[in-house]
């Protein structure tokens, strides 16, 4: 069993693990902020969202260095130096169109999102560019509904 790490606004955390119950348990989702993050720095995540903003650089690149996926929203205002001369797999994610999964369109209640380029889930099957429908529940950022469809993507 595997490690999610979450860097994302504390009202989303029941959200995600509603979410991502499907595919582990609940007690290996762990929520990362700028005052708990000293405490979590020995923990091995196979994947860390960075939806939100994080202070603390240096145990940031402690926790990031040994996980296998980062997925990143590009849309926050962050220091990317952090990730620099790392060994990961990022897939980033938001409106920028540049980034893997971009948001092509946003209605109320769904938005549609374009992979604009290859990926491979955990079983090294290959996923094409192509667009999805996700339907977003009401008071639930858009983001992180982003970044749990990509995990739920990569990890069914």
Not at 44 to 54: L, Q, S
Not at 63 to 81: F, G, S, V, Y
Not at 107 to 118: A, D, V
């Amino acid at each position: 069993m595997f490690f999610v790490g979450v860097i994302t606004n504390q009202k989303n955390e029941e959200y995600v693990k509603k979410e991502l119950s499907a595919i582990l348990p609940t007690e290996n989702i762990i929520f990362i902020n700028d005052r708990n993050i000293t405490n979590i720095k020995n923990i091995k995540f196979e994947v860390v969202i960075i939806d939100n903003k994080i202070n603390n650089k240096i145990e940031l690149r402690k926790i990031i260095a040994d996980a296998k996926l980062i997925l990143l929203n590009t849309d926050i205002q962050m220091n990317l130096e952090t990730l620099n001369n790392l060994n990961l797999t990022i897939i980033t994610y938001g409106f920028n169109s540049k980034s893997t999964f971009t948001v092509s369109s946003i209605e109320e209640n769904h938005i549609i999102i374009y992979l604009q380029r290859n990926i491979y889930n955990n079983k090294r099957i290959e996923i094409e560019p192509q667009e999805f429908r996700l339907e977003i529940e009401e008071n639930i950022e858009k983001y992180i509904s982003i970044a749990i469809f990509i995990i739920k993507k990569i990890y069914t």
